[in-house]
């Protein structure tokens, strides 16, 4: 299934105590259940302002959907082309 990386503009994310993450949190997988098994979220960081967000999805307007019911911004989506480690410098 396709990867994918959100890129969410949420000003003020950075500074959220660990009671107002997990509600973001829990809203996500409601939404996700919501929708079935074709969404899965992966992992997200957090950075100041921005969260990116890792899923799996079949196409990108999947992904659209599930920020449209969750009420999160999803202002960068992009597709995962390849992986890349500190492997792919071995020979």
């Given at each position: 299934?396709?990867?994918?990386?959100?890129?969410?503009?949420?000003?003020?994310?950075?500074n959220?105590d660990?009671a107002?993450?997990?509600?973001?949190?829990?809203?996500s997988?409601?939404?996700?259940?919501?929708?079935?098994?074709?969404?899965?979220?992966?992992?997200?960081?957090?950075?100041?302002?921005?969260l990116?967000?890792?899923?799996?999805?079949?196409?990108?307007?999947?992904?659209?959907?599930?920020?449209?019911?969750?009420?999160f911004?999803?202002?960068?989506?992009?597709?995962?082309?390849?992986?890349?480690?500190?492997?792919?410098?071995?020979?």
């Amino acid at each position: 299934m396709p990867k994918f990386v959100i890129e969410r503009d949420i000003p003020g994310l950075g500074n959220l105590d660990d009671a107002q993450i997990r509600e973001i949190s829990q809203k996500s997988v409601n939404v996700l259940r919501e929708m079935g098994p074709e969404i899965q979220w992966l992992q997200s960081y957090v950075t100041g302002d921005k969260l990116y967000c890792v899923y799996l999805a079949p196409d990108e307007d999947t992904v659209r959907e599930h920020a449209r019911r969750g009420g999160f911004p999803a202002n960068r989506i992009c597709a995962v082309r390849r992986m890349i480690d500190p492997t792919s410098a071995e020979a």
